[in-house]
């Protein structure tokens, strides 16, 4: 079965990501239950939106590149945390139990959301 989730590995498959029209940045931990859960909400969406590019990033094994996002988006890390991009801007980002397929899916396909009002 085909991962809908992508791993982001390294910054410069980080610049291709900012670089593109749209995407969602997820930030896991595996040793966490709250990413355990808010995983299959962004899987979910994944799956039932598979022409917007998922990328998922370990917190715990890419610390460095996870605190690379966080200083080039400008937003505090947390985890879990999922950010959507539009044309390398943040869209929309949430963490902890705002982490839902509902939320991603308002955030990715309202063109004029508000990353604080979703």
Same mark, same amino acid.
């Given at each position: 079965?085909?991962?809908?989730?992508?791993?982001?590995?390294?910054?410069?498959?980080?610049?291709?990501?900012?670089?593109?029209?749209?995407?969602?940045?997820?930030?896991?931990?595996?040793?966490?239950?709250?990413?355990?859960?808010?995983?299959?909400?962004?899987?979910?969406?994944?799956?039932?939106?598979?022409?917007?590019?998922?990328?998922?990033?370990?917190?715990? $094994?890419?610390?460095?590149?996870?605190? /690379?996002? @966080?200083?080039?988006? #400008?937003?505090?890390?947390? %985890?879990? =945390? $999922?950010?959507?991009?539009?044309?390398? /801007?943040? @869209?929309?980002?949430? #963490?902890?139990?705002?982490? %839902?397929? =509902? $939320?991603?899916?308002?955030?990715?396909?309202?063109?004029?959301?508000?990353?604080?009002?979703?």
């Amino acid at each position: 079965m085909h991962d809908p989730i992508m791993q982001l590995r390294d910054k410069t498959e980080l610049d291709e990501v900012l670089r593109s029209p749209s995407a969602v940045l997820y930030k896991h931990s595996p040793r966490c239950g709250i990413c355990t859960a808010a995983l299959l909400e962004v899987r979910h969406f994944a799956d039932t939106h598979p022409e917007i590019p998922v990328y998922q990033v370990d917190v715990l $094994a890419q610390r460095t590149l996870s605190n /690379a996002i @966080a200083d080039r988006l #400008a937003i505090r890390h947390k %985890s879990p =945390q $999922a950010i959507v991009l539009r044309e390398g /801007a943040v @869209a929309w980002h949430g #963490a902890h139990f705002r982490v %839902s397929a =509902q $939320a991603l899916e308002k955030a990715t396909l309202q063109r004029d959301t508000d990353p604080s009002t979703v």
